[in-house]
């Protein structure tokens, strides 16, 4: 069974980074695709940052292009990606899930509930 666990979740002040991490593990592939998707209160959930661990990014949402970076986390290995996010705003604020799946790398495919999902870590950016 295919687990999903991230981590580096907490509170930054607006304008600062952070970095996010997660590890699927259970796969017996080498490449899947693996992303970052997020939910605000009161909001929809949505597709931040795409990419295959055979270190292909595939997406990134318009809110985030040129501030947030999926890769691949080198110090893990295997299928395990970071996302690093910069010049962070109130409204990044949300619970992050980190998704793994196989097939299509993209939002629709891997939003749906048959994908892996982790249990989400929480970022506040405060103003």
């Known amino acids: 069974q295919v687990q999903v666990r991230e981590s580096g979740g907490g509170s930054v002040q607006a304008g600062g980074s952070h970095r996010l991490s997660c590890v699927a593990s259970?796969?017996?592939?080498?490449?899947?695709?693996m992303g970052w998707f997020r939910q605000a209160p009161g909001n929809t959930r949505e597709a931040v940052a795409i990419?295959?661990?055979?270190?292909?990014?595939?997406?990134?949402a318009d809110a985030v292009k040129d501030r947030f970076t999926i890769s691949r986390d080198r110090d893990v290995g295997g299928n395990a990606v970071v996302l690093q996010m910069n010049s962070l705003k109130s409204e990044d604020t949300a619970m992050y899930y980190c998704?793994?799946?196989?097939?299509?790398?993209?939002?629709?495919?891997?939003?749906?509930?048959?994908?892996?999902w982790g249990q989400g870590t929480q970022v506040t950016v405060s103003s």
């Open positions: 990419m295959t661990t055979g270190g292909f990014i595939t997406y990134y």
């Open positions: 259970g796969w017996t592939f080498s490449v899947v695709c």
């Open positions: 998704v793994t799946t196989r097939g299509v790398c993209e939002p629709v495919a891997m939003g749906r509930a048959s994908s892996f």
